[in-house]
């Protein structure tokens, strides 16, 4: 399975973007998408995810209210749209795969990664 991530820029507090992750390969049985997020000096950070069953989404709590998943299965992609972007929401943002799980939160549950897109949020 290869992930690519990509939709990431330069956007001031209070604006939008729209992180895109495609996914090539077979992935048997369910298996969760996750975004995750990585700043300079931190460790990555669960954004949210969503299972691949039923399209149940769940969100961490920084980005409740904000950030919202959606899933294209004809194109093999998931999108990220995060709205009212903060400062503090700067970072590398990862799309991964979970194989097995029906939701993943921790890391170490995920199998595949994408390389990742840089989203910076100043004015």
């Known amino acids: 399975v290869q992930l690519e991530a990509f939709g990431g820029g330069l956007v001031t507090p209070g604006g939008y973007l729209r992180l895109s992750c495609k996914a090539s390969?077979?992935?048997?049985?369910?298996?969760?998408i996750g975004w995750f997020r990585q700043a300079p000096g931190k460790e990555r950070e669960w954004v949210l995810c969503?299972?691949?069953?039923?399209?149940?989404?769940y969100y961490g709590d920084s980005v409740k209210g904000r950030f919202s998943m959606s899933r294209d299965n004809a194109k093999n992609t998931v999108y990220l749209q995060m709205n009212n972007l903060k400062p503090e929401d700067t970072a590398v943002y990862y799309c991964?795969?979970?194989?097995?799980?029906?939701?993943?939160?921790?890391?170490?549950?995920?199998?595949?990664w994408g390389q990742g897109t840089q989203v910076t949020v100043s004015s």
């Open positions: 969503i299972s691949s069953s039923d399209g149940a989404t």
């Open positions: 991964g795969v979970a194989s097995g799980y029906y939701a993943a939160i921790h890391v170490e549950n995920y199998d595949y």
């Open positions: 390969g077979f992935i048997s049985g369910d298996y969760a």
